[in-house]
């Protein structure tokens, strides 16, 4: 088996995973559009905070990478994202909806219940 493979050869990828990172994928696009555009912002972000938005942007799109190629540092990188998401909710710094818990804890999940196919 070749390395550079991204599915293990017999194993094509189950529909959940596809779903939700072609899902994820339009959805960050979608936030990236958002936070680059000042029209839709009351008061826009500064350059810190968009610099912040964009990284989270860049890690949901490297998980969504991983999941794509059933990787399982992926589900690791979710897990650590979501618990960092949490524990700076718990100390007051960011807004808590359950929107904004939805989309992380849906990847979690759907890579969590394909862990063992994942290499």
Known sequence: MDPRDPLPP???????????CLLGALAAIVAAVRIG????????PSAGQRA??????AVTAAVLYGLWTMRRWS????ALALA??????LAGHLAWNVPAL???????VV????WNRMR
């Open 37 to 44: 555009v000042d029209a839709l912002w009351v008061v826009p």
């Open 75 to 78: 589900v690791v990188v979710i």
């Open 84 to 89: 960092a998401r949490v524990v700076v909710g």
């Open 111 to 114: 890579g969590l219940a394909y």
């Open 52 to 57: 912040v938005a964009y990284g989270a942007v």
């Open 102 to 108: 939805a989309g992380p804890a849906l990847l979690l």
């Open 10 to 20: 017999g194993r094509p990828r189950p529909l959940p995973v596809t779903l939700v």
